[in-house]
């Protein structure tokens, strides 16, 4: 692949090496070679799946087995995964298929990389998932790939026949093994991992800009930050006027900055997780030095907690940027005019704004229970134990949009703030200018909830 992950999630094309390719027909051509000397059963190959795993198949019921696989464990509905989520999940599935161990063929490996060119996006749920794995997700994920099921084009629910033919494309036929490669695996936790780690980066250094906002509006004193706060951090409350009087600000905006060091390590851990989850065996079987291993690759708990650590943890940064907003609303902390109104009294200012964002945090405090706990018995007590990694990941999506949502209120008060005191450090005047062209400064009570709403989507 020549492109950076984050380019395909974007659109770029992406390409394969005829090297690469070469690799893959390699590993497959001895996989079936060993599946045609194979004197004992391999798992969803010759046999069934699950409880079913002692059912021997006939080479009849063989041929067709593949493709049902894609077909039976399809019983979700929405909502759907978000476009990029799913972009993130077929890269995934591709990213494990150039694995030895997969030994898809390169037909597929091609027929999966030509999807992600040409836009194709399978409509996956994002809820009521209770397999072992991720069985049910991926079967509606991949039996588009053989014109089963429906794809999303312009957030229209399309029947993936359709789809295919407007592509001028004929659905793809499984070969032995590749349908269980499609549906085993944990690609979706890797799917949510990857793209809310990257999400949450980008809230790391805009809540970095919020605390340093903070301390500009409110001039509190610097000395703690020298040994507390990121050098970025630093470097933007470099000319911020400390307010005489102002003895020690509260304890919102003197512990966010460490707090926030803790959010950079959580996310730093997550990502090392995803590490060791790529360089893990992922296909079960596995074809691994010219033997079938029956493997735990679809367990992805590791992401679950993970995941699950990354909302906690968020939840407590909403938790200081919300309290850093009322500080910012009230004179008694900051010196300016009550609520940040240009005339108090007859108008309202930003009191709305902090109200909406005590809804958000309402909302993402719900979100901070563990989601990867509570196994249940499923296919008669044969998977007995699931992960739900892909709960995680749906939830931190949410807790990450929460967040994104306090984020520009606390922007927006924080850019009013300046106006109001008619001076701040230089280092954030950028940034106050770029809120300023998207919000303007509140000379009087409006409306706020449109332009609001577009700050959202800038930020997100």
């Not at 390699?26 to 798992?43: G, I």
């Amino acid at each position: 692949m020549v492109r950076e992950p984050a380019d395909v999630l974007a659109g770029a094309p992406l390409e394969l090496h005829p090297d690469l390719l070469e690799r893959v027909a390699k590993n497959r051509a001895a996989m079936l070679a060993a599946l045609e000397t194979a004197d004992k059963p391999v798992y969803g190959v010759n046999t069934g799946m699950g409880r079913l795993a002692g059912v021997k198949l006939t080479v009849a019921q063989q041929a067709e087995h593949q493709h049902n696989l894609l077909v039976g464990r399809a019983v979700g509905g929405p909502p759907w995964l978000s476009a990029e989520v799913t972009r993130a999940l077929l890269l995934m599935r591709l990213r494990s298929f150039l694995k030895p161990e997969t030994a898809v063929s390169p037909e597929l490996v091609t027929f999966l990389t030509d999807r992600l060119n040409d836009g194709f996006l399978p409509a996956v749920p994002r809820g009521g998932l209770g397999s072992a794995g991720e069985i049910i997700p991926l079967a509606h994920a991949f039996q588009t790939f053989a014109g089963l099921g429906f794809v999303l084009e312009d957030g229209v629910l399309t029947p993936a026949a359709t789809a295919l033919a407007r592509r001028g494309v004929a659905p793809i036929r499984l070969g032995p093994k590749e349908g269980a490669s499609l549906i085993q695996g944990a690609p979706l936790a890797q799917a949510d991992a990857w793209v809310g780690a990257r999400r949450a980066d980008r809230l790391l250094d805009l809540q970095t800009q919020c605390a340093a906002i903070a301390v500009d509006a409110l001039g509190a004193p610097h000395a703690i930050y020298r040994f507390e706060a990121s050098a970025r951090f630093q470097e933007l409350i470099a000319g911020a006027e400390p307010r005489p009087g102002v003895v020690q600000a509260p304890v919102s905006v003197r512990a966010g900055p460490r707090v926030l060091g803790l959010l950079a390590r959580t996310i730093a851990d997550l990502r090392a997780e995803l590490a060791h989850d790529w360089a893990a065996l992922t296909d079960s079987p596995s074809f691994v030095d010219g033997e079938f291993v029956t493997t735990t690759g679809y367990h992805a708990a590791g992401l679950g907690f993970r995941m699950d650590a990354l909302k906690a943890v968020l939840v407590h940064v909403a938790e200081i940027a919300v309290q850093r907003l009322h500080r910012l609303l009230d004179p008694q902390f900051s010196g300016l005019p009550a609520q940040l109104a240009a005339d108090p009294g007859p108008q309202a200012g930003l009191v709305p704004l902090h109200k909406r964002a005590v809804g958000e945090l309402h909302a993402l405090r719900r979100l901070a229970a563990p989601a990867t706990l509570g196994s249940l018995d499923t296919s008669a007590g044969q998977e007995d134990v699931q992960a739900f990694a892909w709960a995680a990941g749906a939830e931190l999506h949410d807790a990450l949009a929460h967040l994104t949502a306090i984020t520009a209120c606390e922007l927006i008060a924080g850019a009013q703030a300046r106006y109001l005191r008619g001076q701040g450090a230089p280092a954030l005047e950028s940034l106050y200018a770029w809120v300023g062209e998207r919000v303007p400064p509140l000379e009087t009570d409006r409306s706020l909830g449109p332009e609001l709403t577009r700050l959202i989507e800038d930020l997100s």
